[in-house]
């Protein structure tokens, strides 16, 4: 018979002095990536990549820390590259709704932005003066005066022309006209009608001949005109040329080794030059309280200035760029709009950096799955990513509804890494529905739950663990509370040889042990507050496993832990509660009778049980008709159920416990009450590994201490388990008082040996199994119910009377999953 498990096999400790600390004070805090060598090599293959298209995305369970240590990995990385250039935009004073780019080295874009701003602060003072100065109002007087002096010789020349012919001249609204004259003075409109047809005739002649010499004096006089405003507009554009020609030449000079540069001050000048004429008025002048104009005339400094995108001086190497919310602006930039009286206005000052602006000449890291949720923004990020450039356009625009007048900045040129984090099933469904997906992704890695268990990864999390009390201001941990903390991260993996990476999960441990550690007023945490922080975070989950084991208590629902009985063995179901688990016992039953029904599941046959557990009845069949059926038919009506479960049942995991029910009441041998089963089943009655083994001994551990430990109760466990135990102390210290077992099993036979006392059974040369033994009361059970049919008068239900085969499971189709009615449920698996 199969030996119970030791103690020491129960629970793997991590021995403190091993970790080489007193306290993590003394443990140098680390970022580095915790045994994810898949990981690593992912990374450097990208980061090492010149070609496009070779983009990473880190597949992973969420809470594994892969944001985490994905950036830290590019920090590294970042360190030895060279910062990014800057981002600039300025006027276009060709197109305005195409704003220029400016790319220059970290930090000039900054330092030229300052140098405009100064140069403007100066030529804003200065302008004004400058066309107040008494050089320049003489010399514009002078040409005015000129003018003027002009225009009246030239209207003198006329009157003088038009007296000769016996008419004068006269301003009126419509412009010049012509008066004939009577004595010297000017004729009256009645004098004039009251002249004859001839006379009449006479003055019009004149006064058509004077018209033609009038309009060519007057063409004379406007290019006279014309020319005097050129004179002064050219006076403006000189004393402006003089005023700031000088202050941009210097700035010009720092920057002579940046054409695109310098032929964008080139430009900035010849249009200061050519608006010299809206910088006469100082804002503190009378003209300039006019809103309207006040507007215009701050709009057009405003042309004048830098749009620093990105500084590439504000960081130390490439830069690392986390979005958390990666919207299709966040992610390529926008152009805002401001109101201005009472109208929607835009400028190139305007255009906002996105997160690829930012990580430009860097690392861009996205998590997938907020990126998906994005209207356009995961088509605007592969467009930029094919292109190898950023367009900022208003994403309206790509779906022509675009109501409001904006701006096409030129497109940046793009050089990034993007490294995408996702749960593993989001990238098989971006590999295999987007086809542009893996040409721009080239690079996957998964990032594992579980890392092994050796002395450097427990080293790493005991740098996890210093590196959290360093960031979060946390009481430094003591060398046996961070082997608690192992020890747990191997629970978490439910394995001893691996530890759990799920860093959301054990950081939240960490953060609670300080808190107790703290409240106890101890300047250190121990592994005592590790077990108080674990102890409150089951009681303030485990009200529905409380109120489970009083109903188990209580008799409500029935389990036995003492005593034998036919066909009954207590099964282990496990109970989720969003990020709770628990287990508890559950009466499993069977029943047998002569007939043609074979093994019928109650839990399907009800709608309750799921597919995975109607494929264990079916392997139990499939066991059954392999020992028991070569020579015989089986006769056989058998009925298996989970009592009083009203929820689904799901799993294999308790199709060892109902094969051990099932052969118990075949062979009317008694099973233990005070032992419980897990463990799934193959068709040739070997036992297999299951899931929430931890939970399962400690949920019927819970049921017995409270009914009292008698040293005769326990829990069958496939062998293949062992190495996943990672038990509570308290189960530990009972088995090492003899007051709980644990037994490894790896067959049927050996478990029912354990369950009823009784041999299992070994076939002789023609197959046959002792008589006395467990197989043997099956063998000879199955005879006599196989006798016992044949004989059945009308038993043949359409089939040949003298041996042919009964079915031995209901044939109908397995039935869809129901929807579990409650939370709590158990779900076997």
């Avoid at 990020?381 to 509804?401: H, M, Q, S, Y």
């Avoid at 099933?425 to 579980?450: A, C, I, K, M």
């Amino acid at each position: 018979m199969v030996a119970s498990l030791s103690a020491d096999r129960l629970r793997r400790l991590c021995d403190s002095a091993s970790l080489g600390f007193e306290t993590t004070a003394e443990v140098s805090a680390s970022d580095d990536i915790i045994g994810q060598p898949r990981a690593r090599a992912a990374l450097r293959l990208a980061l090492g990549m010149t070609t496009s298209g070779y983009h990473i995305f880190i597949a992973g369970p969420a809470g594994t820390g892969k944001m985490t240590a994905v950036n830290a990995f590019l920090d590294e990385a970042a360190r030895g590259r060279p910062s990014a250039n800057d981002t600039c935009y300025v006027f276009n004073f060709v197109d305005p709704e195409h704003p220029r780019l400016l790319r220059l080295p970290p930090g000039v874009g900054r330092q030229l932005s300052r140098d405009l701003d100064q140069l403007l602060t100066v030529v804003r003072r200065q302008l004004p003066r400058a066309f107040e100065a008494d050089d320049y109002v003489n010399r514009r007087d002078a040409l005015l005066k000129e003018l003027d002096e002009d225009q009246q010789a030239h209207f003198a020349a006329l009157n003088d022309l038009a007296r000769a012919r016996g008419m004068a001249l006269e301003m009126t609204p419509a412009g010049l006209a012509l008066v004939p004259l009577v004595n010297g003075r000017p004729m009256q409109r009645e004098e004039f009608d009251a002249l004859g047809s001839a006379d009449r005739a006479s003055w019009q002649l004149k006064q058509a001949e004077l018209d033609g010499e009038i309009s060519r004096a007057m063409k004379e006089l406007r290019q006279r005109e014309a020319a005097a405003r050129e004179k002064l507009t050219q006076l403006d554009r000189d004393v402006a040329l003089h005023t700031v020609g000088g202050l941009i030449e210097d700035v010009a000079e720092r920057y002579a080794g940046f054409p695109s540069v310098g032929d964008y001050l080139s430009a900035v000048l010849q249009d200061l030059v050519t608006q010299a004429d809206a910088f006469r008025e100082t804002p503190n002048t009378p003209g300039a309280a006019d809103p309207l104009q006040a507007l215009q005339r701050e709009r057009t400094w405003r042309r004048y200035r830098v749009n620093v995108l990105v500084d590439g001086s504000a960081t130390a190497g490439a830069p690392v760029v986390l979005e958390t919310n990666p919207t299709y602006s966040n992610l390529l930039g926008r152009v805002e709009h401001e109101a201005q009286l009472g109208v929607m206005l835009t400028d190139f000052t305007l255009i906002r950096a996105g997160a690829l602006h930012r990580a430009n000449g860097g690392y861009l890291v996205l998590r997938a799955e907020d990126l998906l949720r994005q209207p356009l923004a995961w088509e605007g990020l592969k467009r930029a990513l094919r292109n190898r450039e950023i367009v900022v356009e208003d994403p309206t625009e790509t779906l022509g509804i675009s109501t409001v007048r904006t701006l096409h900045p030129e497109a940046v040129p793009l050089d990034v890494k993007v490294v995408l984090t996702g749960d593993p099933s989001l990238f098989q469904l971006l590999h295999g529905l987007d086809p542009d997906f893996p040409e721009l992704f080239r690079v996957h890695s998964d990032f594992s739950e579980h890392i092994p268990r050796t002395l450097e990864n427990e080293n790493a999390l005991a740098r996890f663990v210093s590196r959290l009390c360093r960031d979060d201001g946390l009481l430094a941990f003591s060398s046996d509370g961070v082997a608690a903390v192992i020890e747990y991260a191997a629970r978490l993996a439910e394995d001893a040889e691996k530890l759990s990476v799920r860093f959301g999960t054990l950081a939240n441990l960490v953060r609670e042990a300080s808190y107790w550690a703290k409240q106890a007023e101890f300047k250190t945490v121990s592994r005592e507050h590790v077990r108080k922080a674990l102890a409150e975070q089951a009681y303030r989950s485990g009200l529905i496993e409380e109120n489970l084991q009083e109903m188990i208590a209580d008799g409500t629902l029935l389990v036995d832990t003492s005593g034998a009985v036919i066909g009954q063995v207590n099964g282990l179901g496990v109970y989720s509660y969003a990020d709770y688990r628990f287990a508890l016992p559950s009466r499993i039953t069977a029943t047998v009778g002569v007939g043609r029904d074979g093994v019928v599941d109650v839990e399907r046959e009800a709608n309750l049980g799921g597919r995975i557990h109607s494929k264990g009845v079916l392997i139990l069949v499939g066991f059954l008709m392999d020992r028991f059926a070569q020579n015989q038919p089986l006769a056989l009506a058998a009925r298996l159920t989970f009592e009083q479960s009203y929820g689904e049942v799901d799993g294999d995991s308790a199709s060892s416990t109902e094969l051990y029910a099932l052969l118990s009441r075949l062979a009317d041998a008694p099973i233990k009450q005070g032992l419980a089963v897990t463990g799934s089943v193959n068709q040739r009655g070997e036992v297999q590994a299951i899931g929430g083994v931890n939970e399962k001994i400690e949920g019927f551990f819970a049921t017995c201490r409270a009914r009292g430990l008698t040293g005769e109760q326990g829990v069958l466990i496939p062998a293949a388990n062992v190495r996943n135990l990672m038990l509570s102390e308290e189960v530990v210290a009972a088995v090492r008082d003899r007051q709980f077992k644990i037994y490894p099993i790896t067959t049927i036979d050996e478990g029912i040996e354990i369950l009823t006392g009784v041999s299992a059974g070994r076939p002789d040369e023609n197959g046959h199994f002792p008589d006395e033994t467990i197989n043997g009361r099956v063998e000879s059970r199955l005879a006599t119910m196989g006798t016992a049919f044949r004989v059945t008068p009308g038993s043949t239900n359409g089939h040949d009377r003298a041996g042919s085969q009964p079915a031995i499971a209901n044939p109908r189709p397995v039935p869809p999953h129901p929807t579990r009615a409650r939370t709590g449920d158990p779900k076997i698996d």
